[in-house]
Structures are given as C-alpha cells and as structure tokens.
C-alpha cells in the first residue's frame, strides 16, 4: 500500500491507535518501491521482515 504523506506522520498515526498495548512495539513504515529493493540487502530492517515476517493486515483493493 501506497504510504500517503509523511512516513513520519503514519507512524505516529498508528502508534496512537496502539496507545493501549503495554508491549515493546516497533513501527516501521516503508514505501512499496523502497521496500523492493531493500529486501535484497543483508543489513536493513526490510531483509529480516521479508524472509521471516508475517502480514498481519492487508488491504485489499
């Protein structure tokens, strides 16, 4: 899904409607584009979510 505006904004967007989970809780929001190609690279966030990660939500168009 495309990200709408700044990253920065949609991450405290949804941490706000986490507000009550007393949990460790890491939100990381990455462009579709971005995604693509940092998945490939050992070393960034995006490689582990890809080869170990789970989508708990998606949207579907």
Request: aromatic share 10%; no cysteine; charged share 35%.
């Amino acid at each position: 899904m495309e990200v709408q505006g700044a990253k920065r904004e949609k991450v405290l967007e949804i941490r706000r409607a986490w507000g009550g989970f007393e949990v460790a809780e890491d939100v990381l929001i990455s462009r579709p584009a971005e995604f693509a190609w940092r998945r490939l690279y050992p070393g960034t966030i995006e490689r582990p979510a890809h080869l170990e990660g789970k989508v708990l939500y998606a949207r579907h168009r």
